[in-house]
């Protein structure tokens, strides 16, 4: 008998602390802020999670899964930070809202998926998110640099033609001017 009168106070307080732990996202996005600024990026994701838990807000939970992500990513989680990357591109995609393919294809670089990264740029021009061509012509750039730090210039010279070919379709100066720097430079290094 003694045992049921802990037994119930202690589940309930079990239960209060679980409604509690999750019932205040703004709270532990505070804390997980807290911790990212002070470069504890892996118990700031611990927060975020919570936070998430704790929301039903779709452009929230895009921006908490794209902070967890990029946590991931410069703790070298990438396997985990591209869950995250593609749960958040889900949710920005929904309201028409910048999606970080970018980040999500430099996590596949990252692990050594390029043909994974290269498919991002097709899924773009297939769903043609906000700013779609911008973000084809960002991974194709760092595909290219990818290889080009492999010192396969081949492949590199192919990523670069791509990125220049979306440089010319945006009519972005600055970004055809990168692109055919880094096309000569690799064009350079097929030749020697």
């Known amino acids: 008998m003694k045992q049921h009168k802990f037994l119930i ?5 079990l239960v209060v602390f679980l ?21 504890k990026r892996l118990l700031a994701n611990r927060e975020y999670m919570r936070a998430l838990k704790g929301t039903n807000d779709r452009k929230k939970k895009a921006e908490l899964q794209k902070r967890i992500a990029n946590n991931c990513r410069i703790g070298k989680q990438y396997q985990e930070a591209i869950t995250y990357y593609k749960q958040s591109i889900e949710n920005y995609n929904m309201f028409g809202m910048n999606a970080p393919y970018q980040r999500l294809a430099e996590c596949y670089i990252s692990i050594g998926n390029t043909g994974a990264a ?12 906000k700013d ?16 080009e730090l492999k010192k396969d210039f081949n492949e590199a010279s192919y990523y670069y033609e791509q990125y220049m070919k979306y440089a010319v379709q945006l009519k972005n100066g600055k970004m055809l001017r990168d692109a055919k720097i880094r096309l000569d430079d690799v064009k350079v290094k097929l030749n020697k």
């Open 118 to 129: 290269a498919a991002l740029t097709k899924d773009l021009g297939g769903k043609k998110p």
């Open 19 to 39: 409604f509690t732990s999750c019932s205040n996202p703004k709270r532990h996005y505070d804390a997980g802020e807290a911790l990212e600024g002070a470069d």
């Open 9 to 13: 106070p202690g589940l309930l307080l």
């Open 132 to 147: 779609y061509m911008v973000h084809q012509a960002e991974i194709s750039k760092a595909i290219g640099a990818h290889y």
